[in-house]
């Protein structure tokens, strides 16, 4: 979760959301990324949806059965969906999103019936750090 934070403070650096993630499978780092929305001129880019498509790569298979996904933020709708697509094993993720998460708020998409995949869910892990680092950047758009 480190490295994740780690990366969101590099989103927040480059006027990104500051959303980190890291997949990890065995204790190795498959992937590690951050928001880049802005960068890319892409609402989809998503630092969930960046780790998912690079660790694919790197196994050369659509699954990621057995890794580990670490996120500083409660992943959204699309982002929940993509993790249970891919198969990921276990989520682990800092601040709670009340008004767009979709793990534990919202839609709660790994405990609805229509959901093929259902991920071991860890939250709170580096949740002050990540909530603080949130709530600043949104403070800082606001003035």
């Not at 499978?25 to 998503?46: K, V």
């Not at 949740?127 to 606001?142: N, T, V, Y």
Request: negative net charge; contains cysteine.
């Amino acid at each position: 979760m480190d490295l994740a934070l780690a990366l969101a403070e590099e989103a927040a650096e480059a006027g990104e959301a500051p959303v980190g993630a890291v997949i990890v499978e065995n204790g190795e780092i498959l992937a590690a990324d951050r928001n880049r929305m802005r960068q890319m001129n892409d609402p989809t880019w998503h630092a969930e949806l960046a780790v998912i498509r690079t660790a694919l790569a790197a196994r050369g298979t659509g699954r990621l059965d057995g890794c580990d996904l670490y996120v500083t933020l409660e992943p959204c709708a699309m982002c929940a969906g993509a993790i249970a697509h891919a198969r990921l094993r276990r989520v682990y993720y800092g601040a709670e999103d009340p008004k767009a998460g979709a793990v534990d708020n919202g839609v709660r998409l790994f405990q609805s019936p229509s959901t093929h995949h259902h991920p071991e869910v860890i939250s709170g892990l580096g949740e002050r750090r990540a909530s603080e680092m949130l709530k600043a950047f949104f403070a800082g758009l606001r003035k």
